[in-house]
């Protein structure tokens, strides 16, 4: 499933390519995705200007000059992309937005289980998000991150995906700063100490930037906003790596389910310790 880096690197790739862009027509494929797309949005959307692309978590919001929001999820294998009017059709698309300057704003999704959305106002959005989504990786206060891993009983791993406390972190990222922070997946929040919360806030800022910088990774269907692959998958320390051995210390990275996820982890960097489950 597309992570903060991903879904950032789509935005930013969309920016120069549609913000200012008219839409002009819509297609719309045969098949639904995870919320249906309603007809009497169509009116809404052609003729509408965007006039700014953002992200917030793992979603995706194209303002249009209407003051309504495109509201976008990539699910496991959406795909977000502006490309020529020109170029083949792929198998598996759900939208075609027309733009005013020839081009088209595409949608594919193999498995479906992505969305797009028209919302009638940025209120409507944010209430929508509510408590569900909480701070940015970036704009977490250390108190705040320190506060809520310390007051839980629940294990870093299932912490680190709890998109109420960090919005847009997911498998690969939690378990790559996991590891560059030295703590164990299965460590309880309640068993670390204010210095170990302080090293894996830096650690998840630091791989969330170093991914963005790498375009994300691409590990199936992820491309870009422009098409192109990421690459940061080629900098993975540990998810992925099962039985490969650690560049810190050359021990055999190991994999085991935590949090209901499967879970990458070097056991001597990451030594298990008190405090875990």
């Known amino acids: 499933m597309p992570e903060l880096p991903e879904v950032e690197t789509v935005v930013r790739d969309l920016r120069p390519l549609i913000v200012g862009?008219?839409?002009?027509?819509?297609?719309?494929?045969?098949?639904?995705?995870?919320?249906?797309?309603?007809?009497?949005?169509?009116?809404?959307?052609?003729?509408?200007t965007t006039t700014a692309i953002r992200r917030r978590g793992k979603w995706i919001l194209a303002d249009l000059d209407s003051g309504a929001v495109l509201l976008v999820h990539l699910g496991m294998t959406g795909q977000f992309t502006a490309v020529t009017a020109a170029e083949p059709k792929p198998d598996h698309l759900?939208?075609?937005?027309?733009?005013?300057?020839?081009?088209?704003?595409?949608?594919?999704?193999?498995?479906?289980?992505?969305?797009v959305q028209w919302i009638a106002s940025d209120e409507l959005v944010q209430l929508a998000f509510g408590e569900k989504l909480g701070h940015e990786p970036f704009d977490i206060p250390a108190a705040a991150f320190a506060t809520a891993l310390r007051s839980s009983n629940r294990n870093l791993k299932a912490l680190l995906l709890d998109q109420s406390i960090l919005a847009g972190v997911g498998n690969i990222y939690a378990d790559e700063?996991?590891?560059?922070?030295?703590?164990?997946?299965?460590?309880?929040?309640?068993?670390?100490?204010k210095s170990q919360c302080d090293r894996l806030r830096v650690a998840v800022e630091a791989v969330i930037a170093k991914a963005i910088e790498g375009r994300g990774s691409t590990i199936r269907d992820y491309v870009g906003g422009?098409?192109?692959?990421?690459?940061?998958?080629?900098?993975?320390?540990?998810?992925?790596?099962?039985?490969?051995?650690?560049?810190?210390?050359?021990?055999?990275?190991?994999?085991?389910?935590?949090?209901?996820?499967?879970s990458h982890f070097c056991p001597r960097c990451q030594k298990r310790r008190g405090g875990t489950r």
Not at 26 to 44: F, V, Y
């Open 94 to 115: 759900h939208f075609a937005f027309a733009l005013s300057d020839g081009s088209e704003l595409r949608y594919r999704d193999t498995r479906r289980f992505g969305s």
């Open 226 to 262: 422009s098409g192109l692959r990421g690459g940061y998958q080629d900098e993975f320390a540990v998810y992925g790596r099962t039985g490969e051995p650690c560049a810190k210390c050359g021990t055999a990275i190991e994999m085991t389910r935590v949090a209901g996820r499967a």
């Open 177 to 193: 700063s996991l590891f560059r922070a030295k703590v164990h997946p299965q460590t309880l929040g309640s068993a670390l100490t």
């Open 21 to 48: 862009r008219t839409i002009t027509a819509l297609r719309i494929g045969s098949k639904t995705l995870r919320k249906p797309w309603s007809p009497e949005w169509d009116a809404e959307v052609v003729g509408r």
